[in-house]
């Protein structure tokens, strides 16, 4: 500030009765407030993809927890009352909040504000991340069931509402400040941060084991309190964002949305991504959430300790996927990452199905968690890295919430649906089964992903502005935001 004014008396100060400070200082002060402005807008993007990064990771060791809870309720309280059916919807609670999340801040994100919306979903999730630790206070076990299914499906709107806004804040931030990078930005805030929460998960589960000596309860409550400080730090994170100058520009704040053109202009583009992001979500999260009981049912004497060491083992093979998806999407594009990722879950499905009964004997155990392994690398690698980044690059700012919130919806119902059918399809076809279903999946994903748009060489400023000039033609109006015609 001291500069600043510095400046502004120097050349205020007339020289031989002419105004010449006049002519020059305008200028360089406004040079000067310029560059203050560009660095508070940089500092405001940073925060903001920081804070998308770590409730990415805090929404990641939310679904890392189910994996874990089944193991823990199988043990202490049996399959006569831990059954199937209780299972899935405790493990589905997460994910029938998260669609409610999605589609409410999808849409609220869009007419109001990213940053409000983001702390709105960061109190849910310490709301019911904070119920769930208390589930062992609630007698009988039948009420501390429906309890924690309930407490879970709190945070599960959170973590919902996580989605629309954190991709489309984190999306406009490093377009502003990063944008020949935004795609590896996007995937590393995004898919690699939820897929590092998940292992996170495991080894706080894993370390809690050990230092208690087995004791299940103290785990639980170990791996629930860690759920319910990481949206603390969100919330810290988030206190010095800003939303970015796309959406400054161009907004719906004072306007309707004007559902006939949008769905005309952007339908299509909707269905495409929408139905990638459920075939993805209806292998993904199944095989995700079931992975620790299948190997569970392998492992001599089912040894907690043991089941959660290769469970943990499980949970890095996606990592070094998420990497190499990073690197993909500026280099073959993010349709190209998506199908050959899709391919994947066509190859190790039928592989992994084919051999099920030679892999899950306890001596070929490691050999299956490889293959189990590699299957999930590769999808995140894909459609795991993409999907997120296509379904955010695909609309313009003014319903890129809503866009996005519609996709990822159409998601977690695939994946609430995949996880209701998992067991059931074990049960009537085999366990082998659901890997020649995913290989299945996996063919259709990759003939869906021939229709999306590729978003690498996309100018998301140039796609608001023709946003715009549309309302016009259709005689919609100005006056959500402020848009500025490149020249």
């Not at 490093?174 to 590393?188: C, M, T, Y």
């Not at 292992?199 to 589960?205: A, D, H, K, R, S």
């Not at 339908?267 to 959430?289: E, H, K, M, Q």
């Not at 999907?387 to 119902?413: C, D, H, M, N, Q």
Request: net charge neutral; aromatic share 10%; proline share 4%.
């Amino acid at each position: 500030m001291a500069g600043i004014h510095d400046v502004i008396e120097c050349d205020s100060a007339p020289v031989g009765g002419e105004k010449k400070g006049e002519d020059t200082s305008a200028p360089e002060l406004r040079d000067v407030e310029s560059d203050a402005e560009s660095t508070n807008s940089r500092a405001g993007s940073i925060w903001t993809i920081m804070g998308s990064a770590m409730a990415n990771y805090s929404d990641g060791y939310q679904q890392g927890l189910a994996s874990s809870t089944n193991v823990v309720f199988n043990h202490l309280l049996g399959t006569k009352v831990y059954t199937s059916i209780i299972q899935t919807r405790l493990s589905n609670a997460l994910l029938v909040g998260s669609v409610m999340g999605i589609l409410i801040l999808g849409y609220t994100s869009d007419k109001f504000s990213r940053k409000g919306g983001m702390h709105f979903t960061s109190t849910l999730v310490i709301i019911g991340s904070l119920l769930s630790t208390l589930a062992f206070q609630i007698h009988p076990s039948t009420n501390m069931l429906w309890y924690l299914t309930t407490a879970r499906g709190i945070a599960g709107v959170g973590v919902g509402g996580e989605y629309p806004t954190s991709a489309a804040a984190a999306l406009e931030g490093s377009a502003d400040h990063f944008n020949e990078k935004r795609g590896p930005i996007q995937v590393l805030i995004s898919t690699m941060m939820a897929t590092t929460g998940a292992p996170t998960c495991t080894l706080v589960y894993l370390l809690a084991l050990v230092a208690s000596n087995d004791n299940l309860k103290i785990a639980f409550h170990a791996i629930y309190s860690i759920s319910t400080i990481l949206p603390l730090l969100v919330v810290l994170t988030r206190l010095r964002m800003t939303d970015g100058n796309l959406f400054h520009r161009s907004n719906l704040r004072k306007r309707a949305i004007p559902w006939a053109y949008v769905l005309r202009t952007y339908g299509w583009r909707c269905v495409g991504t929408s139905s990638a992001f459920f075939l993805y979500d209806f292998v993904n999260f199944p095989n995700g959430i079931m992975s620790a009981a299948i190997i569970n049912d392998i492992v001599p004497g089912k040894n907690v300790r043991t089941v959660a060491l290769w469970q943990l083992i499980l949970a890095v093979f996606p990592i070094p996927g998420v990497l190499l998806g990073m690197w993909l999407v500026n280099r073959v594009g993010r349709r190209w990452t998506g199908v050959l990722g899709f391919a994947g879950y066509v190859v190790l499905g039928v592989v992994i199905g084919g051999c099920y009964e030679r892999l899950t004997v306890p001596e070929n155990l490691p050999a299956f968690v490889m293959l189990y392994g590699v299957f999930a690398c590769l999808g995140h690698m894909g459609p795991g890295a993409t999907i997120g980044l296509i379904s955010a690059e695909s609309f313009p700012t003014p319903i890129r919430g809503l866009g996005y919130g519609v996709s990822a919806g159409f998601g977690k119902a695939g994946a609430a649906i995949g996880t209701q059918v998992f067991l059931p399809i074990q049960e009537a076809a085999g366990k082998r089964s659901t890997f020649f279903v995913a290989g299945g999946v996996g063919a259709l994903g990759t003939l869906v992903y021939w229709l999306l748009p590729e978003g690498r060489d996309m100018d998301l400023g140039v796609m608001d502005e023709e946003f715009e000039r549309g309302l016009r033609g259709q005689g919609e109006g100005e006056g959500g935001g402020e848009i500025v015609e490149k020249v």
